[in-house]
């Protein structure tokens, strides 16, 4: 055939190659990374849903009905949030032939539970009945928490104490690398064991019961409230440190902004007034550190007590809330550097030492007198 008289359809038309062994081999390849990549994520996530781990810790309330079946129960537990894997959660509760040992009720369960912890308490019965609400006030000091949880049947006290110790919580909570570990300070967490009302298990372990108190305080100190500090030149530290004597120093938060000023101007008048002279940190050093400690530490003492120490003292003497957190970072503006309380809770204060002595003789009228001091 004359290749000139050739149709153009003809020349175009080329036989169709087979994929080579080569293409075949990148392709079994790339599928077989594919389907690893896809089980490792799946085995991560599995494993991580399997002990509740990386979760956030929230409660959850669920109603298991009569007559569920445990295929409905493990779908109410996903949709609801408890699980985020319904077919590891099935398989594992399988091998443990648990499932048709659930109960109907109301569970107050969390996101951070592992499964064996779901499992048994859909095995228990109304798991809500295991819970207790304890409502922590303003002001209370660690101890006091403690020994509260420990009162309802949340955790011990010791065990609260050896977990804050040893735990590693600066990889879970970005401002704890703001906290100091000075060698001086009593308890490192004073002051973040956020004050409010929380639900918790009967016999909850230190770490979740830690969770619920550190997660509160993250979420309450805003961006704008960083800002702040750092427009007052105050690290998060000494904010909480300085909100801790606000709150203890105020009966109410009507005195916090004006109780703060007292502060702040002592402290941009450091000169004049190196030392705070509160006397709740004396309170704080005689009723929750002397009683509790082996031996005699008097530099720790000292480093409370703002009638010894410069400045701030080294730690908080209590957890404050949130108004006097707020009171800290926005003091009022005022030209006061001393103020007391009379026995009736009346404040007042002073611009000069001479006008606090005469509020001094006044307030002594009714008894028992506390507040700032003058310079020794």
Partial sequence: MDRNNQNPQDRRRRPSRKPSKVSRR?????????????????????????FGLNQKDQQIEITVESGMSSRQI??????????????????????????????????????????????????????????????????????E???????????????????LETANLEEKYDFVEKIPKEEHRFRRFEGYFFPDTYDFFL????????ARFLDNFESKITDEMYAQ?????????????????IQEESSGHEEMG????VFHNRLDNSVTYPRLQSDVTIFY??????????????????????????????GPVCNPGIDAIKAALYPEDTDYYFFLTDANGKFYYAKTADQHYQNERIAAQTGEVH??????
């Fill in 285 to 314: 050093v005689n009723r929750d550190i002397k009683p509790f400690l082996q031996v005699n530490d008097q530099e720790m003492y000292d480093a409370y007590n703002t009638y010894k120490c410069t400045g701030l003292p080294v």
């Fill in 26 to 50: 990148l392709l079994t390849i790339a599928a077989v990374v594919g389907v690893s990549i896809f089980l490792a994520v799946f085995a991560l996530q599995s494993f991580s849903d399997l």
């Fill in 203 to 210: 016999g909850e372990s230190p770490e979740r019961v830690t």
């Fill in 229 to 245: 500090m750092k427009n007052q030149n105050l690290t998060l530290d000494e904010t909480i440190t300085l909100a801790s004597m």
């Fill in 74 to 143: 493990i779908n109410l537990l996903k949709d609801e949030g408890v699980i985020s894997q319904k077919l590891t959660f099935q398989l594992y509760a399988g091998l443990r032939n648990s499932t048709s040992k659930f109960k109907p009720g109301v569970y107050l369960l969390n996101s951070n539970m592992s499964y064996d912890e779901i499992i048994v308490a859909l095995q228990t019965g109304n798991e809500k009945q295991n819970t207790v609400r304890i409502t922590f006030p303003e002001g209370m000091t660690l101890r």
């Fill in 258 to 261: 004006r109780v703060s000023s």
């Fill in 145 to 163: 928490i403690a020994n509260l949880l420990e009162e309802k049947g949340v955790c011990k006290a010791q065990d609260l104490y050896n977990y």
């Fill in 371 to 376: 507040g700032t001091d003058t310079q020794d």
